[in-house]
């Protein structure tokens, strides 16, 4: 790989901690303590994938169930017996087919990714955005 140094200098990287710290100093407002190599120690890279992918499919069924029955109306009863009664079912039916059956239509894929991209929307431009985070303490 290719990294920069904290000079500007690209050069190839003879070690995984040189890639890791150019991640850091290109990419990151957190910077890697010298002699050390966190990389080694941040398992999530090797062992989380699938499961990264099995929490971002249960926020978008999350997400559609809530847009679609809770959104307008947190504590609109029927809506929490339709709930109720999808999980009374449990994994004895087909995921699919209850789920089109409680949010009302049959969604797509695009519905799912959807789930996920449009709420993050509604956070763009938002308080956290328009920090300047250059004076944290971090």
Known sequence: AVVSTQSGHYGRATSTTQVSDSIFSNYSHLTNVP?????LRFSH???YGARYYSYL???SIANLIFYNLFHDNPFNETSGDKLKEFLKRGSGSDLKA?????????????DMIAAI???????????LDNQDISKKWW
């Open 45 to 47: 890279l090797y062992f």
């Open 98 to 110: 209850s789920l089109d059956d409680l949010v009302g239509y049959q969604f797509t894929q695009e």
């Open 35 to 39: 002699g050390t190599s966190p990389h």
């Open 57 to 59: 499919w249960s926020q």
């Open 117 to 127: 991209v449009e709420p993050l929307r509604v956070f763009q431009n938002s308080y």
